[in-house]
């Protein structure tokens, strides 16, 4: 049974983090070029009281206002976040409630950062294709800036908040066709919120130390070892994209558009040029935004949408937090 993307949505916090604020926040610190050198003007921050459900509501809201879709069709929710409003249960219960799906509609959470929208659409097609679903609603939520420590300026020059809501049917404007994906749990540690679950549930009072590199480290907060991640990103990115091709039966020539995730520009800029990918098919969508986590491509989906250079053979492809890589071909229909 074939599956496509029918419609995609998404919903940005009303508050936004400037280059400026956050130089100003960091006068003798060089936050300004580092801004520059990742590509990001502004994020949108979650506000005090917006948690994960929040946002994913507000995503599938304007999901449903936009495109006409009645909330009795929807027979599966996926949310993917790795900010849950609680332990348990599940958000997606929670959400499944506030947006008043019918009852009899499965509901589960998917811990996956920046592969996690590519790994959710594998597994609404898996749910679709064995009958067990019609129509799943793949909603992406993070408020990834609440686990940032106020004086990490690296990770909050990088991060934003967002969600989206995409729906998932037998019919729509993308066909989702074959996935490649990976995963190398021995990197766990390069990005982890280390403190606060039930390996280490003790939070420590001074939240401060550094790492053999002399990086500070906030242990109850987000932490990323920025040069592993990019050195992983280097290995594995462009065997995730041939392999991608390969089982799509594709050669590179036949890809009309790259959409990766979004980490930061000087992380895409690398990829763009060891895979030699020509710049009119490779897509950004970070300056005004921020790394969103497993937002990322499905807000690039809808920009690149409205830009009319979303078409033919696209390749999308998430990397990171796990660690974990994904990839898929999304063919789009001729309008």
Not at 116 to 123: A, E, I, P
Request: net charge negative; proline share 3%.
């Amino acid at each position: 049974m074939e599956t496509f993307i029918k419609a995609i949505s998404y919903y940005l916090p009303e508050t936004v983090l400037t280059n400026e604020q956050l130089i100003a926040e960091f006068p003798e610190e060089n936050v300004g070029k580092v801004a520059k050198r990742v590509g990001i003007n502004i994020r949108h921050i979650a506000g005090e009281n917006e948690c994960a459900s929040d946002l994913a509501v507000k995503a599938a809201e304007q999901l449903f206002a936009e495109h006409s879709i009645h909330k009795s069709e929807i027979d599966f929710l996926l949310l993917c976040t790795q900010t849950p409003d609680y332990f348990m249960p599940a958000t997606a219960c929670i959400v499944q409630d506030r947006l008043n799906l019918p009852t009899s509609c499965g509901a589960l959470d998917v811990n996956l950062g920046c592969s996690g929208y590519v790994y959710g659409l594998s597994l609404a097609k898996g749910l679709i294709v064995s009958e067990i679903a019609k129509n799943v609603l793949l909603i992406t939520a993070d408020a990834t800036t609440k686990q940032i420590h106020p004086r990490d300026k690296g990770n909050r020059t990088l991060f934003g908040d967002a969600a989206t809501a995409t729906l998932i049917s037998t019919d729509g404007f993308a066909k989702i066709e074959s996935f490649s994906l990976g995963t190398d749990g021995s990197g766990y540690d390069k990005l982890i919120v280390k403190r606060g679950a039930f390996r280490n549930r003790k939070r420590v009072e001074d939240d401060l130390a550094f790492d053999d590199s002399g990086n500070a480290v906030f242990p109850n907060h987000l932490y990323m070892d920025g040069p592993e991640i990019f050195n992983f990103t280097l290995e594995n990115v462009p065997k995730l994209v041939s392999k991608t091709l390969v089982v799509n039966g594709l050669m590179k020539e036949e890809i009309d558009l790259y959409i990766f995730h979004q980490a930061n520009k000087f992380t895409l800029d690398f990829l763009k040029n060891i895979l030699e990918i020509d710049d009119k098919k490779f897509y950004y969508c970070i300056s005004e935004i921020g790394n969103t986590a497993s937002s990322t491509i499905p807000i690039a989906l809808i920009a690149a949408m409205k830009e009319n250079v979303l078409s033919g053979n696209v390749l999308i492809a998430g990397f990171g937090v796990g660690l974990s890589w994904a990839g898929c071909i999304l063919k789009i229909k001729k309008s």
